[in-house]
């Protein structure tokens, strides 16, 4: 257990819906990632946030969007889904901001199936 | 122009023996993170060890160490003593430099090496 979790695990859903996936950061981090990893892309970087604030952004689409909350739980929103939208999603977590060698542990990936 | 590069897509070793999974990195910033994560079958991605640019000596962790070669930008990493739980997708990564100066400081991944250990 990497203690970053992410629910849900699995999701199947159709085009056009919206989903939230969530990611509890392991106990002390202050920094949340996401990355999406799809066959053909690889795994690409979304999002980063830091003590409730956004600091980084990826290639994340506009229909995408994400929040670090007080307690540092954060939760991405997926909206107007599309077939190739269809990835293992990650949510990892850091110690800092930009220090250090900035180790990022992962959760176990929420799949992500779109109809 | 891909930052990472892991040229092998598959490599195949036998249960006991040494492999070596191969990453070139592309950079013009001095300061900058090398990071090797293994995903095994169920998905999650597993750390396994860091090299920092500065760091004089190579990195090891276990049976895992980091051949870094700083001149030639690469840094394989060498698992010793194979076992079969070793089977997964492996892949470099690397952190640019200090935000003050430019850098993003968050990893980007190569696209991986998928090494099977046979028995």
């Known amino acids: 257990d990497s203690g970053v979790t992410q629910t849900p695990k699995h999701l199947i859903t159709a085009t056009g819906q919206r989903v939230t996936l969530r990611c509890s950061p392991r106990?002390?981090?202050?920094?949340v990632y996401w990355y999406q990893q799809s066959l053909d892309q690889g795994l690409q970087f979304l999002i980063q946030y830091y003590n409730g604030e956004e600091r980084a952004k990826g290639n994340i689409l506009e229909r995408f969007s994400a929040q670090q909350f007080p307690d540092l739980h954060s939760e991405l929103n997926l909206s107007s889904l599309e077939l190739g939208d269809s990835a293992l999603y990650f949510c990892a977590s850091s110690e800092g901001l930009n220090s250090g060698a900035n180790v990022l542990t992962f959760g176990a990936g929420s799949r992500l199936t779109v109809l | 122009a891909q930052k990472i590069t892991q040229t092998q897509p598959g490599m195949f070793v036998q249960e006991k023996e040494a492999v070596t999974l191969d990453c070139t990195y592309d950079?013009?910033?001095?300061?900058?993170?090398l990071f090797w994560y293994k995903q095994p079958s169920s998905g999650e991605m597993i750390f396994l060890i860091y090299q920092g640019s500065y760091d004089q000596q190579n990195a090891t962790e276990g049976r895992y160490s980091l051949n870094f070669q700083k001149a030639r930008k690469s840094a394989n990493l060498v698992i010793s003593a194979s076992q079969l739980g070793d089977s997964a997708m492996y892949f470099c990564?690397?952190?640019?430099?200090?935000?003050?100066?430019?850098?993003?400081?968050?990893?980007?991944f190569g696209r991986g090496t998928s090494l099977i250990v046979h028995p």
């Open positions: 990564a690397m952190r640019e430099g200090q935000v003050r100066s430019g850098g993003s400081y968050i990893p980007t």
């Open positions: 950079t013009s910033d001095p300061s900058y993170g």
């Open positions: 106990s002390g981090d202050l920094s």
